[in-house]
């Protein structure tokens, strides 16, 4: 079992930055790939960003490409989301989960196996 906790999340003028880490607890975070989901008032949580096992593939939603940035560090048991130029839509509450199928990175939701309890981004305009 892995546990998750969220943390860097915030409030920001628009065009400023976050940093988002989600640090794993257990010594087998390196066998998941993650996720980076996020879930506005009134809407369904969502992927952003997705990393392989090794963090060699990456994925961005459309919305977040070129503003976002994830990476992770195995070592430390820890993936992060760096948001730049961030707009009042990107406020909303991001989690992290991770990914044990067979996929580069799961796209959806459902194929996520655990979930961290969620940090609050606001970004006022």
């Known amino acids: 079992q892995v546990q998750l906790v969220e943390s860097g999340g915030g409030l920001v003028q628009a065009g400023g930055s976050l940093r988002l880490s989600c640090a794993a607890s257990?010594?087998?975070?390196?066998?998941?790939?993650m996720g980076w989901f996020r879930q506005a008032p009134g809407k369904e949580r969502a992927l952003v960003a997705a990393?392989?096992?090794?963090?060699?593939?990456?994925y961005y939603t459309d919305s977040v490409k070129g503003r976002f940035t994830i990476s992770r560090d195995n070592a430390k048991n820890t993936v992060y989301l760096r948001m730049n130029s961030l707009k009042p839509e990107d406020t909303a509450v991001f989690y992290c989960?991770?990914?044990?199928?067979?996929?580069?990175?799961?796209?959806?939701?459902?194929?996520?196996?655990?979930w961290g309890q969620g940090t609050q981004v606001t970004v006022s305009s």
């Open positions: 989960a991770a990914y044990s199928g067979s996929n580069y990175y799961g796209l959806t939701t459902g194929e996520y196996d655990y």
């Open positions: 257990g010594r087998t975070f390196s066998t998941y790939a």
């Open positions: 990393i392989s096992r090794g963090g060699q593939r990456t």
